[in-house]
């Protein structure tokens, strides 16, 4: 299986072939600015190697989905929004409008946000 997919957008930037703006990076992942910030602080946390989403996560990435969830403390911190707080987000699929298919935690801040995270009123099934 191969750790990096050449049409994807995120494993070009994590292979430094496209631009961003990197906030944070070490041996398993890297963080860089959303580039279009739905928060006033918004990071997207990335594993260098290519999975696609939660759901492609197997055994063998134990490891780097447990740097993932390390990185967001460093992350908010160089955002500076370690002590005011943060979210982190996993799109996963259709419903929640995933867009790009190599898994990303979306780390959003400063602003105080709304709790549940989605508009709309009742809960529909089917
Ligand atoms: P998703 O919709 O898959 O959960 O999130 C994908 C995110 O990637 C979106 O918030 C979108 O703004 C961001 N994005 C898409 N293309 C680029 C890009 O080329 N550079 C950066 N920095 N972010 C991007
Ligand atoms: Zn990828």
């Known amino acids: 299986m191969s750790h990096s ?13 496209i631009p961003a703006d990197i ?6 992942v890297l963080a860089f600015r959303d580039i279009n910030p739905a928060a006033p602080e918004h990071l997207l946390i990335i594993p260098r190697r290519h999975i696609a989403s939660l759901n492609e996560l197997g055994p063998e990435d134990t490891t780097v989905a447990g740097r993932i969830l390390q ?10 929004i370690y002590d005011s707080g943060y979210r982190l987000v996993f799109n996963t699929g259709p419903d929640s409008l995933q867009s790009v298919f190599h898994i990303h935690g979306h780390l959003v801040g400063g602003r105080k946000m709304g709790w549940p995270p989605f508009p709309g009123g009742a809960v529909e099934h089917g």
């Open 5 to 17: 997919d050449p049409n994807c957008l995120f494993c070009k930037i994590a292979g430094g072939n």
């Open 23 to 28: 906030v944070y990076q070490d041996e398993h």
């Open 71 to 80: 990185a967001a403390p460093a992350v908010a911190r160089e955002a500076g």
